[in-house]
């Protein structure tokens, strides 16, 4: 009984009639688990969602592209992604200015 192989465990076999070592074969499985990590890690970086009431801007080697709300791909390695608000923005400025007379006008300034 102790010439027979396990038929549950085939990577601990000494015999190599299947065509591959088992210490290969054990030594592929954690480089194959790496690639499939990387490939979700940049899958995830090429797709992006812009919510509604903002704007997307994909800056791939210094060419600045923007793009509306929906779900858009970029290059993960050379682009960034910068999202601004399209709603409408309102600044107030108050200023004191003195004239030449010496008097102070107070200027309110909106855009």
């Known amino acids: 009984m ?5 038929p549950l465990i085939p990577f601990r076999s000494t015999s190599t009639s299947q065509g591959t070592s088992p210490v290969y074969m054990s030594a592929k499985i954690p480089l194959l688990v790496f690639a499939v990590a990387v490939v979700i890690v940049v899958t995830q970086q090429a797709i992006f969602v812009v919510q509604p009431g903002k704007i997307g801007l994909v800056i791939t080697l210094g ?3 923007a793009v509306n709300s929906g779900v858009h ?10 999202y601004m608000s399209a709603q ?3 600044l107030e400025e108050e200023n004191v200015i003195p004239t030449k007379e010496g008097l102070s006008v107070k200027l309110d300034t909106a855009m």
């Not at 102790?2 to 396990?6: L, M």
């Open 2 to 6: 102790a010439a027979e192989e396990d």
């Open 63 to 65: 060419q600045v592209t």
């Open 73 to 82: 791909f970029r290059a993960p390695l050379f682009s960034e992604l910068v």
């Open 88 to 90: 409408t923005q309102k």
